[in-house]
């Protein structure tokens, strides 16, 4: 998302400058990126001393972050979400600086497990001393990706019981839709196979020709297209599939 996103800020504003900073290990990324007209500065932004010699521009989009295997190497992830963030925001204090979100919101919680009763449950946090009640206002993150009517009309419910309480069927829900999530983006291989799955649920509908993946490596894990078959079968109700098939023809006319 970051190169292409540094291209599309070259493309629209060519009389200003645009700077992409990252380890850049992937070969030829910032070879390609000079090319569209972007300036490429290497740096490891756990670095302090080397993120204190970049550049002071006016504006930065600030996009770092470790998501997919962040229980692997725990230090790492704390680094990178915690430590990296703090240092950019103090050494660019008088920047105007846009942070990247990838979805998800406070109180952190997995995207996988329990999604439905995250957002039926209240959540107190502590503000100036004070024990005060918060709720998740956002959720269903991979459902978007896939079966998204589905997953507004769930959202929808969800909300609606936030303010009154009292639909005990949102309640069975929960374990079903935690299953459909693990299947998708593969949780019992680590989330290796996470967006070839929502690729093949994408493909099986029609909106997509293949699973093929930006790293040609990635693709669907031992087992997971089995499951997604499973989940398919077994919770139909949650899937999308009866809409994109009425409607498939139209979109793509």
């Known amino acids: 998302m970051g190169p292409t996103l540094a291209r599309l800020a070259r493309n629209a504003a060519p009389d200003r400058r645009v700077v992409a900073v990252a380890r850049f290990s992937e070969p030829g990324l910032a070879d390609n990126l000079r090319r569209h007209g972007v300036e490429t500065i290497a740096c490891d932004l756990i670095d302090r001393d080397a993120v204190a010699r970049l550049p002071r521009l006016p504006n930065v989009v600030f996009m770092a972050g470790r998501k997919f295997g962040a229980g692997t190497d725990e230090p790492l992830t704390w680094a990178m979400n915690v430590l990296v963030p703090g240092v950019v925001a103090e050494l660019f204090g008088q920047s105007r600086i846009v942070a990247f979100s990838t979805g998800c919101v406070y109180p952190f919680v997995g995207n996988d497990d329990h999604i439905v009763l995250d957002l039926l449950s209240p959540f107190v946090v502590a503000r100036d001393g004070e024990p005060v009640e918060v709720r998740l206002r956002g959720g269903l993150l991979g459902h978007w990706s896939v079966w998204v009517r589905s997953a507004v009309e769930l959202f929808e419910r ?65 087992g997971q297209i089995l499951e997604i078959d499973r989940i398919c079968r077994e919770h139909a109700d949650l899937t999308d599939d009866a809409f994109v098939r009425q409607n498939l023809e139209r979109w793509l006319a």
């Open 158 to 222: 969800c909300r609606a019981a936030q303010a009154k309480p009292g639909d005990r069927s949102l309640l069975a829900l929960d374990s079903r839709v935690t299953d459909c999530n693990s299947a998708l983006f593969d949780a019992p291989n680590g989330f290796a196979g996470c967006i070839a799955g929502c690729h093949e649920v994408l493909r099986r509908q029609g909106l997509l020709d293949g699973i093929w993946c930006l790293d040609p490596a990635e693709g669907l894990r031992d």
